[in-house]
């Protein structure tokens, strides 16, 4: 039989932790045990939760992980595939369902059978493959977001996208609150900022990815892709947690869907941040964005206005790329407060499988979202050689005046 394991990190003051793992191993499977005769023991075995570990952490013992004088317990439990179909929703009805309303209890990961990652494919891209699209095969890639969408019509807004790739980004992606609307259709702005792109080619010779933001009603979803697709989006971002994972996956794995997919972390902030319930960042942002399928995967940054915690930001990081799933690669994309000062620090955290994303540390510059972009990519030259971003200033003037509005390495 194949299992997939949840685990829990349990708040109480003074629970018999031991108990309550059985009973949450009993209750969200086959409901009750000893009550049950011995020849139905037998035949609901297989249905069966069991406990396959337990870890008290006092408040005594000086751990760091819980909150001061709290007492927890780390506890994992496995769950027979049998009891449930492959399928993310499913499987998270199964493991947190009811009890995520059963006080402070926290979903920290689940690692899965090869059963049930045998319906889920992931990423169709990958880094790999969005590097390969592009043409960039080593350095991080850059990705700028449009600022200001709400009320452009589409002449604003190709002169935004326009400003943007003369830059030379590696991506521009779609404010997430960017809607079907009556300035900026989506086949409209699409065909626009493609020809845009197509332009700003010719003089920048680079590839650029357009991220178009999948919004209306989720039986409307693949019907816009397509048309998105079919007008000249070369990338999709997709709001994830509002519609479900499950949604992801299908559009993920639809064949007629061939390009990459972002995901967004909007409406996150609702499930991971509280020590005491919800679910871990690394497993809601990392490990089933990556499963469900996407490409690209944005989220909090420890350096800006959205600050993230760095660990947490470094656990996602390595579930998005981590090679104990035997599927492709998520590129991590962490994101808010990016201005060109930091990416030594970013490279210094993430490596160079990463996306530095930025909004207004690219159309902040004082000289324009053009400049933004050219100083970005100076900084990440700059620092892929090891070079003082200072130093590399004083022959880079967009780079400077980077430097001079937001400062230097963090």
Not at 32 to 44: R, V, Y
Not at 165 to 186: R, S
Not at 188 to 216: D, F, P
Request: charged share 20%; glycine share 10%.
């Amino acid at each position: 039989m194949s299992y997939c394991t949840a685990t829990y990190r349990i708040y109480d003051d003074k629970a018999d932790f031991h108990r309550k793992a059985e009973s949450i191993a009993i209750g969200m499977t086959v409901g009750t045990w000893t009550e049950l005769p011995l020849i139905k023991q037998d035949e609901m075995r297989r249905h069966l939760g069991r406990v396959e570990s337990v870890t008290i952490h006092e408040p005594a013992d000086g751990t760091d992980n819980g909150a001061a004088g709290e007492r927890y317990a780390d506890v994992s439990i496995s769950y027979p595939d049998v009891n449930f179909t492959s399928d993310i929703p499913a499987l998270l009805i199964t493991v947190f369902g009811k009890i995520s309303m059963d006080g402070k209890i926290k979903l920290l990961d689940l690692k899965l059978s090869d059963a049930f990652l045998s319906a889920y494919p992931g990423p169709k891209f990958g880094i790999q493959g969005v590097r390969e699209l592009l043409d960039v095969p080593h350095r991080p890639l850059l990705m700028s977001i449009f600022k200001s969408v709400i009320g452009y019509d589409l002449g604003g807004l190709r002169e935004q996208f326009m400003a943007q790739a003369l830059g030379g980004v590696d991506l521009i992606k779609d404010d997430e609150i960017l809607f079907e609307n009556l300035l900026t259709p989506l086949e409209q702005r699409v065909r626009a900022c493609y020809e845009a792109a197509q332009e700003a080619e010719q003089i920048t010779g680079k590839r650029l990815l357009y991220a178009v933001n999948l919004t209306g009603r989720t039986s409307t979803l693949r019907e816009q892709a397509l048309r998105a697709i079919e007008a000249g989006a070369s990338a999709l971002l997709f709001n994830v947690l509002p519609y479900g994972f499950d949604v992801l996956h299908e559009l993920s794995s639809d064949p007629e869907i061939t390009v990459p997919i972002a995901a967004h972390p909007s409406l996150a902030g609702a499930i991971y941040p509280s020590p005491h319930y919800g679910i871990s960042a690394s497993l809601l942002l990392g490990k089933l964005m990556r499963i469900a399928g996407a490409d690209l995967v944005l989220f909090p940054s420890p350096y800006g206005s959205v600050v993230m915690p760095r660990e947490e930001n470094l656990a996602i990081q390595r579930e998005l790329v981590s090679s104990e799933l035997a599927i492709r690669s998520s590129f991590p994309v962490p994101s808010a407060g990016i201005h060109p000062g930091l990416v030594p620090q970013i490279l210094s955290d993430f490596g160079t499988d990463v996306v530095v994303n930025a909004g207004g540390g690219i159309h902040g510059h004082p000289n324009g979202a053009s400049s933004g972009g050219r100083a970005f990519l100076q900084a990440i030259d700059a620092a892929l050689n090891g070079v003082p971003l200072e130093q590399a200033a004083q022959s880079l003037p967009e780079l400077m005046a980077a430097l001079d509005t937001w400062g230097g390495r963090k």
